[in-house]
T-cell receptor, first 109, second 117 residues
Framework: LAKTTQPISMDSYEGQEVNITCSHN???????ITWYQQFPSQGPRFIIQ???TKVTNEVASLFIPADRKSSTLSLPRVSLSDTAVYYC??????????FGQGTELSVKP | DTGVSQDPRHKITKRGQNVTFRCDPI?????LYWYRQTLGQGPEFLTY????????KSRLLSDRFSAERPKGSFSTLEIQRTEQGDSAMYLC???????????????FGAGTRLSVL
């Protein structure tokens, strides 16, 4: 049974690096992993997407180990404005779109 | 604004009434998705279209839910005979579809919040 699992919450301080891990045990060879950020009363906003190894863009990095059963979103030097809920999305075998339950990140001064 | 637009933003209805929500995707996107999100949960996939074709609808929550995208542009999601359990945020997303082998990134609207009294 395809399932996407994340920690419910995390706390951090401004300037720290934050790593959020998502588990997706039943991921198939061609399934991509996408991370979104969501603020209250808004739709999710795209952060980063990856397939294997490491992907980096201007806001985050995504690390995917060789077995691809998990992935880690890394946010460098978080600020107060990064306080939000972060979701992992896996498209299992093209069409089974399953979000994790979300990780509520709280960044403190 | 060239993002995904949803209308209305909020809808309050009485149990048993029918409601319809509209989604206007980003104009060059040919895939359109509908999700339901309840408080404290991740979005739950309902259905998606490629152009006007509904390619997946088995995840629609019951036969009271239906979606259309008649001309491959905007889409509507209808809920008939609403129940209190239908109260949630309904999100629409769109993506371009390519055959490059890369996954298609979805861009979300702000959602329609439904309250069933």
């Amino acid at each position: 049974l395809a399932k996407t699992t994340q920690p419910i919450s995390m706390d951090s301080y401004e300037g720290q690096e934050v790593n959020i891990t998502c588990s997706h045990n039943n991921i198939a060879t061609n399934d991509y992993i996408t991370w979104y950020q969501q603020f209250p009363s808004q739709g999710p906003r795209f952060i980063i997407q990856g397939y294997k190894t490491k992907v980096t863009n201007e806001v985050a990095s995504l690390f995917i180990p060789a077995d691809r059963k998990s992935s880690t979103l890394s946010l460098p030097r978080v600020s107060l404005s990064d306080t939000a809920v972060y979701y992992c999305l896996v498209d299992y075998q093209g069409g089974k779109l399953i979000f994790g339950q979300g990780t509520e990140l709280s960044v403190k001064p | 604004d060239t993002g995904v637009s949803q209308d209305p933003r909020h809808k309050i209805t009485k149990r048993g009434q029918n409601v319809t929500f509209r989604c206007d995707p980003i104009s060059e996107h040919n895939r359109l998705y509908w999700y339901r999100q309840t408080l404290g949960q991740g979005p739950e996939f309902l259905t998606y279209f490629q152009n006007e074709a509904q390619l997946e609808k088995s995840r629609l929550l019951s036969d009271r839910f239906s979606a259309e995208r008649p001309k491959g542009s905007f889409s509507t999601l209808e809920i008939q005979r609403t129940e209190q359990g239908d109260s949630a945020m309904y999100l629409c997303a769109s993506s371009p579809y390519t055959t490059s082998g890369h996954e298609n990134i979805q861009y979300f609207g702000a959602g329609t919040r439904l309250s069933v009294l």
